[in-house]
């Protein structure tokens, strides 16, 4: 079974060379051969322009692809870009709840579409819901950074398993059973 290529985006030199080779009347396939990409990545990239006002420019293309990454993925997008689910979300913070709560009311009442509490807590700390961070309990406008961990500290004195003995009555506890002054249920075993 073949293994998988990892994905790449197509960089302003695959653009230009795509730009090139096309104007030059190669076919999808060669285009893809050349710059190593799968031909559905040729297809995309020229279908994204219209076909009557069509004339492939990498610059335009580059520029294009840019500006489409820095809004693919920007925080607490699904609220941002909602408007009902965002009145909502508000109007519950306004309540004093926390994200974990209305995440969790969400769920259990169906509500439709819904986000996460790590959506929630996205949101409130982009640009758009910093406003209302302010409902918070902890009224915190950004993520707490976590601390670097302590440095793990040896045991004093600690003998190897390499060094241990091997005879299981040099290491094992001698046990006493105190029955003085006690019944049989309160008999108390003593390690020595």
Not at 53 to 71: F, L, M, V
Not at 102 to 118: F, L, S
Not at 156 to 179: A, F, G, Q, T
Request: with cysteine; proline share 6%; net charge positive.
């Amino acid at each position: 079974m073949n293994k998988r290529k990892g994905f790449s985006h197509l960089k302003a030199p695959d653009r230009d060379r795509i730009h090139a080779l096309y104007g030059y009347g190669h076919e999808q396939q060669e285009i893809a051969e050349v710059l190593g990409v799968d031909p559905a990545t040729i297809s995309r990239e020229l279908n994204r322009y219209p076909r009557k006002t069509w004339r492939y420019s990498a610059d335009r293309a580059q520029e294009d692809a840019e500006e489409r990454r820095t809004h693919s993925k920007c925080p607490g997008m699904k609220i941002a870009n909602d408007p009902i689910l965002r009145k909502c979300i508000i109007k519950e913070l306004k309540r004093l709840r926390s994200p974990d709560e209305i995440a969790g009311r969400m769920k259990k009442e169906g509500v439709t579409p819904r986000v996460g509490k790590n959506a929630i807590y996205k949101w409130l700390y982009s640009d758009d819901g910093k406003p209302y961070c302010k409902y918070l309990c902890t009224k915190r406008t950004c993520k707490k950074r976590q601390s670097r961990l302590v440095k793990k500290m040896l045991i004093p004195d600690r003998i190897s398993l390499k060094d241990r003995p091997n005879e299981p009555d040099s290491y094992m506890p001698k046990v006493i059973y105190s029955s003085r002054h006690r019944s049989q249920d309160q008999q108390r075993v003593v390690c020595l």
